[in-house]
Nanobody, 123 residues
């Protein structure tokens, strides 16, 4: 079993930045995938960013490409999502996920999910 705990969410003005963290504990992965998804009110959960556990492969949704950066610190079993140039449409609950495979955008790639952290971007 793997426990994922997100942190770093909050309220920020448009154009600002936030860095989300996701700490994994329990049985850790030596290989596999980590991802960030988000769900806005009244909308389905959508993929934001994914990374291979070795950090060599990253993948982004078009809506966040160039603004968000996903990274991983395997020594700390932590994955980060640096979010810059935030927009009101980025407002959502952000979820961290862990799994295996390279279909980062596919929720079925992921086995474990965190509880989410709220990000609110004001205009």
């Amino acid at each position: 079993q793997v426990l994922l705990v997100e942190s770093g969410g909050g309220l920020v003005q448009a154009g600002g930045s936030l860095r989300l963290s996701c700490a994994a504990s329990g049985r850790t992965f030596s290989s596999g995938s980590m991802g960030w998804f988000r769900q806005a009110p009244g909308k389905e959960r959508e993929f934001a960013a994914g990374i291979g556990r070795n950090g060599g492969i990253t993948y982004y949704a078009d809506s966040v490409k160039g603004r968000f950066t996903i990274s991983t610190d395997n020594a700390k079993n932590t994955v980060y999502l640096q979010m810059n140039s935030l927009k009101p449409e980025d407002t959502a609950v952000y979820y961290c996920a862990a799994g295996s495979g390279v279909r980062f955008y596919d929720p079925s790639t992921y086995i474990y999910w965190g509880q989410g952290t709220q990000v609110t971007v004001s205009s």
